[in-house]
């Protein structure tokens, strides 16, 4: 057997060999950076807060649900008054800035025509269909929607919104 030396053939053979030596010692270089330097730990990242724009609650719609409410329930839908719409209105710009029922006056109800009055308040409201949950998820706010009051008018600044209520 006759054994011959082809210098390209070696070539080959210590280039794969060399590659190889290398391939070795850079997974070796990178197992020792990822299990032998301390590492910081890291916190889970907080989810981006997702911001859905909230707009603001529409006055109509809101009596639209509250006298579809009324109905489906056996009641009658209330009449809209201007004299409680003007009232409600300022009630929504004033319970921005103080929420209470503190400004609701019995003496703005006895000056007007209407003998009984009543009022729900409702802020933060993302919806008109929250707004409305709201009330009738309080028994105080929802005597008011069953209450035999004729009228009633609903005004909204942002998301606040003020309901009054008239009665003869």
Known sequence: ??????????????LIVGLLAMSVIFVMLVMFVI?????????????PVQTQEIL???AKVLENLVNKWRVDNGYRAFVQDTELCQYAEERA?????????????????AKSSWHRCGENLVRNATTEDWALQAWLNSPTHLRNLKDNYTAMCIACSDN?????????
Do not use: N
């Open 93 to 109: 710009t004033e319970i921005k800035l103080d929420w209470s029922h503190d400004q609701f006056s019995a003496d703005r109800c």
């Open 35 to 47: 299990f032998a330097l301390p590492v910081k730990p890291q916190l889970p990242k907080t989810p």
């Open 1 to 14: 057997m006759h054994m011959s030396f082809d210098p390209d053939k070696h070539y080959s053979i210590a």
């Open 160 to 168: 606040y919104c003020a309901q009054e209520f008239g009665g003869k």
């Open 56 to 58: 603001p609650i529409k």
